[in-house]
């Protein structure tokens, strides 16, 4: 079993950053695919992005391309959601979830979850 604490959200302005840290326990970290997730008030759990398990493959949701960046550090168990440009629709419950499987995916195949971390972007 792996369990998934997600820290790092908080309130900042359009145009600001924010760095979203995820560490997870067990020791089977390193060989398990990772993405992170989010949930708008009323609207439905939308990816991400995500990474592969030795963090040479990722992939991005469009909304997000070339303002996030994921990365993971396996020595410490640990996945970082880098956060910039954000706009007032990035506002979410951010989740850090895990797969049973090394490679990334987009869909909702994640078997491990944190309990999420508010980030709000104030206009």
């Known amino acids: 079993q792996v369990q998934l604490v997600e820290s790092g959200g908080g309130l900042v302005q359009a145009g600001g950053s924010l760095r979203l840290s995820c560490t997870a326990s067990?020791?089977?970290?390193?060989?398990?695919?990772m993405g992170w997730l989010r949930q708008a008030p009323g609207k439905e759990r939308e990816f991400v992005a995500a990474?592969?398990?030795?963090?040479?493959?990722?992939i991005y949701a469009d909304s997000v391309k070339g303002r996030f960046t994921i990365s993971r550090d396996n020595a410490k168990a640990a996945v970082y959601l880098q956060m910039t440009g954000l706009k007032p629709e990035d506002t979410a419950v951010y989740y850090c979830?895990?797969?049973?499987?090394?490679?990334?995916?987009?869909?909702?195949?994640?078997?491990?979850w944190g309990q999420g971390t508010q980030v709000t972007v104030s206009s």
């Open positions: 990474i592969d398990w030795s963090g040479s493959s990722t």
């Open positions: 067990g020791r089977t970290f390193s060989s398990k695919a």
């Open positions: 979830a895990g797969r049973r499987d090394t490679r990334a995916s987009t869909g909702s195949d994640y078997h491990y």
